[in-house]
């Protein structure tokens, strides 16, 4: 407490609450996005000239309601290193070094994505890997004051180190898209552990109503060890917005665990948080792609994980990259909640990217249902078009599958692939209207363990189909 009173003092006599500053964002060795307008901001006394020198451009403006923003035209990738020069009539100077233009992803939500290259599986050949100087990152800072100016977080360059304690599912993202691309890529790292949507969420975004979390909420605030991160829009306010709308090319998210008893709420409140996002970045249509919950033993996961498959389907530009496959050893060092298994997300979610935005013609996606419907008292699966056939992934009958009369009580079937399509049988049904794959309902506590995939070795998403 001492220290506290002893900084706030500081702070009151020596700093000029009205002096120019520029976002945190802006720093020596950020990459700036390529290919759109490039927004530079900061805070300032109202009528304070502020002026940005780069790329041989200069742009003036004055600051109005203590804040000031300013933008360049769209530039190409540039792998040469250039310096951005601020200035503003008030004395404020600030020089940034080593810029370079490229592509620039925002990776979000909680501690799958916030766990550290240096903590999962295959660390250690991974950080020793030859050191990339067209690979930047950005942390924002997990500082919970409501303040929007500087907190003192800069862009790191790749070393050892700062590899170590990146996002190991954003790391192998864009490690794999900078060495397929060849241009400068950054990583923004905006998440917090155990964090549910709604912090993340606008108050616009809440206001379209959301009465199963409002009365939650409501209770939760009564308690007073109830963390403020975990309350509609804290995060939203003190960590996303201090990066908006710096440039991005798209966003990948990692969270749900904290929403998974609200599966329904979900599947509105999550479209609206990509829209909402979409729009404060300027971009109806940037890239949002997300990461379905890892195997675990909790019946309300498999609801949550179809939730997020009915949400990809309706999205636009959207891929969710399925994880039911992976982390089915179960031991203390790798609990499928937080599984140690990061660098084949990491590689799934850029294998959606080099195919959808970089026009790659590679196969990034496992087998998508597109009909079911029964016939002569066997229940078919087709797909939707792919390149790639449908497999078992270990060469074994396939598993997962049950049917059911009533959506109640379900029942093993057999499935057989028949070249695009799965035929399954069950002898307990005569009449089925509900199947479902994957379901831990099913198959039992920490046996989930399913094998329908791809030949390309993507696995089908959980799923819970009505018979029409």
């Known amino acids: 407490m001492k220290k506290l009173l002893m900084f706030l003092i500081y702070t009151a006599i ?16 950020m990459i700036l996005q390529r290919n759109t307008d490039i927004a530079v901001w900061g805070k300032s006394k109202d009528d304070i000239k502020i002026s940005v020198s780069f790329a041989g ?14 933008s360049f035209p769209a530039m190409k990738a540039n792998k040469k290193p250039q310096s951005m020069i601020i200035q503003s009539s008030d004395g404020f100077e600030k020089v940034i070094k080593n810029i370079l233009i490229g ?18 599986k295959g660390a250690k050949e991974a950080i020793s890997e030859p050191l990339n100087p067209n690979l930047r990152f950005f942390n924002v800072s997990k500082e919970l004051e409501n303040k929007e100016g500087p907190l003192g977080t800069t862009w790191e360059i790749d070393t050892p180190k700062t590899r170590a304690g990146q996002s190991a599912v954003g790391y192998f993202f864009v490690a794999k898209l900078q060495k397929e691309i060849g241009i400068p890529i950054g990583l923004i790292k905006c998440c917090y552990g155990g964090t549910i949507t709604e912090t993340w969420c606008s108050p616009e975004v809440l206001k379209m109503g959301f009465p199963v979390w409002e009365k939650l909420e409501k209770r939760l605030l009564n308690k007073a060890e109830h963390p403020k991160r975990n309350t509609s829009s804290f995060l939203y306010n003190r960590m996303l917005k201090t990066v908006m709308p ?11 665990s904290a929403n998974v008893s609200r599966a329904e709420e979900q599947k509105k409140l999550f479209p609206a948080m990509v829209k909402d996002w979409r729009k404060s970045w300027g ?3 940037l890239p949002f792609y997300f990461v379905q919950l890892p195997r675990y033993e909790r019946n309300n996961w498999h609801a949550f994980r179809d939730a997020q498959r009915q949400i990809d389907e309706k999205l636009t530009n959207s891929f969710l990259v399925i994880t039911i496959d992976l982390s089915k050893d179960w031991n203390p060092d790798n609990h499928p909640i937080h599984p140690i298994t990061k660098k084949p997300i990491g590689h799934r979610l850029a294998l959606a990217a080099l ?12 087998p998508v249902v597109d009909k079911v419907f029964v016939k002569e008292k066997q229940t078919i699966i087709s797909f939707k078009k792919s390149k790639s056939p449908l497999v078992s992934s270990d060469a074994k009958a396939l598993r997962g599958f049950y049917l059911s009369e009533n959506g109640i009580d379900f029942f093993k079937a057999t499935a057989k692939i028949v070249n ?3 035929i399954l049988t069950a002898t307990d049904i005569q009449s089925p209207t509900v199947l479902r794959y994957a379901s831990e309902s099913d198959m ?5 363990d399913v094998n329908l995939a791809n030949a390309a070795g993507l696995p089908a998403s959980p799923f819970t189909i009505t018979i029409k």
Not at 61 to 68: R, S, T
């Open 420 to 422: 695009d399509t799965i």
């Open 14 to 29: 020596f700093t000029n609450l009205d002096a120019t500053e520029i976002a945190d964002v802006f720093s020596d060795n």
């Open 246 to 256: 710096f440039a991005v090319k798209g966003f990948v998210w990692y969270q749900g």
């Open 283 to 285: 971009n109806d249509n």
């Open 355 to 366: 195919a959808k935005v970089y026009k790659k013609n590679i196969i990034y996606s496992g």
């Open 57 to 70: 451009m200069k742009k003036e403006i004055a600051a109005k309601n203590g804040k000031w923003h300013l």
């Open 103 to 120: 592509d620039v992803w925002l990776a979000s939500g909680q501690s799958n994505m916030g766990m550290k290259l240096g903590n999962v």
């Open 444 to 448: 039992g506590k920490e046996k989930l």
